[in-house]
């Protein structure tokens, strides 16, 4: 690496430390610290939403579809958008009556405190797989850029992304996710510039791609095999945000950080619009490297896109881009640390414990958070895979997203209670796990699209049998709580 990108790295590195820093002198308890005082912008959210969803597998792997597919993977998005516009008018209400302080307290008022325990339980589980998998995702740019091994870049990341996340809470992430979408856009921009000029301009890249039907966007075929399609984008996009903006807490807890409902709705929708903009770009950015020839079939697809960097553009700007995919990961992680450990905290060790201080609950909430950052950083050490990492992470997720949306859908059917919704996500899980992992006879090649309605399908199935099999047939009482 030149010494000017070395340069821009560490200034970029020692930047965000010192904004993390000035925020951990604002924190005067755990609401502060896991809600951000609950005052953040609606705009200051929606970023912020973009930059944890996306993370550093925008950045590196969307460009490797492009590269060696063609924009199908856009309908995925468009279902996107249709799933956090249902989101937004059903479910975002039922977090704003009261005081909740996690996506799954609301559960607790429906069906008992055991329930939002298992949910959170699954939540914790397959968040930090999902994000250890992002982890390792940004270790490959890493080793790629400075030569490093992929634990030692996991190590560095780790650190600084926990320095920043430790002191300033969720504030912190929050307008270090606003400036660091900022600056790996600039560098998609700057890639894409680069390689449109060295495949002889747009109107010759544009005119290669169409020829070779790089371009094509929709596949209106019905398939349960075919990864993108019209179908499986819109139906299996849908619900896939539906469950990942509506019960998944890495993303409700910057919706409960704002000022109110209204806000909420606004940061959710217009994200949406932007995502679909963003992941436009990238595999924008991938279909140019195609036309500049930058796509070699005896590289990864993962790996096309920070080769590209090291490679072609100068130094200073390619240190830029390097800070861009170091931000996207450290965007989500520190998400992802401050999520998880605002979920042990209020769903597990209060409750347990019967502490409510702010100030100790804000002490513990921070050792949780170092606990996760160490935890985190050894499962990314575990993760070996083909797959492009962005299926990857998705795959992992839809494990348990079927089952936590089916059972906030299930906390609106009157008959329904604790014990149905429990055995609803417990069944689920594990028959997604099987699916998801294992992959068995006719699921073999089942698109992942597919897996949240799967899931969803199957939890409210097993919901609405266990409620007929129940000896009472008793419905909802009052101690189950109310309808959320």
């Known amino acids: 690496m030149h010494a000017l990108d070395l340069t821009v790295l560490l200034v970029y590195f020692a930047g965000v ?13 755990a609401t502060d610290y896991f809600l951000g005082h609950r005052d953040l912008p609606w705009w200051a959210v929606m970023f912020s939403i973009v930059a944890t969803e996306t993370s550093a597998i925008t950045v590196i792997s969307i460009p490797g579809l492009g590269a060696r597919a063609d924009l199908t993977f856009l309908q995925l998005p468009l279902g996107y ?41 699954v939540f914790l589980v397959v968040r930090s797989l999902a994000d250890s998998v992002r982890v390792y995702a940004t270790a490959i740019p890493l080793a790629v850029f400075l ?31 606003v400036l660091q979408l900022g600056v790996y856009l600039l560098g998609g921009v700057a890639v894409l510039i680069t390689a449109v000029n060295l495949a002889g301009g747009g109107s010759a890249a544009f005119a290669a791609a169409s020829a070779a ?14 990864t993108y399609t019209f179908w499986g984008g819109l139906i299996g996009g849908a619900l ?64 096309l896109f920070p080769l590209f960097v090291v490679n072609h553009l100068p130094a200073g700007l390619s240190g830029l881009v390097i800070a861009g995919v170091l931000s996207a990961s450290m965007g989500t992680h520190s998400s992802a640390l401050n999520s998880l450990a605002s979920a042990v905290t209020h769903d597990f060790y209060a ?53 936590l949306l089916g059972i906030y859908i299930l906390s609106g059917v009157q008959r329904i209670r604790g014990g149905d919704a429990i055995a609803a996500i417990v069944v689920t899980t594990a028959i997604m796990l099987d699916v998801v992992v294992f992959k068995p006879g006719r699921f073999a090649h089942l698109a992942f699209p597919w897996y949240v309605p799967m899931g969803t399908g199957i939890a409210l199935i097993v919901g609405w049998v266990s409620s007929l099999l129940r000896p009472d047939g008793q419905t909802v009482g009052p101690s189950d709580g109310q309808a959320i």
Request: without cysteine; hydrophobic residues 55%.
């Open 147 to 177: 030569g490093w091994s992929i634990p030692l870049s996991v190590a560095v990341l780790g650190v600084i992304t926990l320095i920043y996340a430790w002191a300033g809470g969720l504030k912190a992430v929050v307008w270090l996710d």
């Open 213 to 226: 039907h790089k371009l094509r966007v929709f596949d209106w075929q019905w398939s349960w095999s075919v």
């Open 81 to 121: 958008m249709v799933g956090r516009i249902g989101v937004a008018a059903w479910l975002l209400p039922g977090y704003f009556r009261g005081e909740q302080e996690t996506a799954y307290a609301r559960l607790e008022s429906r069906f008992g405190p055991f329930t939002r325990r298992v949910a959170s339980g």
């Open 17 to 29: 430390i010192a904004i993390g820093a000035a925020f951990a002198r604002r924190q005067g308890g």
């Open 240 to 303: 896939l945000s539906a469950a990942s903006h509506g019960t998944d807490h890495l993303i409700v807890q910057r919706l409960l950080a704002t000022k109110g409902l209204g806000d909420a709705r606004r940061a959710l929708v217009v994200s949406g619009l932007f995502v679909f903009v963003q992941f436009a770009l990238f595999l924008g950015i991938g279909v140019a490297l195609w036309a500049a020839h930058a796509d070699d079939p005896a590289i990864a697809s993962d790996r």
């Open 351 to 403: 409750p347990i414990t019967g502490r409510r201080d702010e100030r100790h609950l804000l002490a513990v909430g921070r050792w949780f958070t170092v606990i996760w950052a160490v935890l985190l950083a050894f499962l990314s050490l575990t993760f070996r895979s083909g797959q492009p990492v962005v299926e990857l992470a998705l795959s992992i997720a839809s494990i348990t997203y079927g089952g």
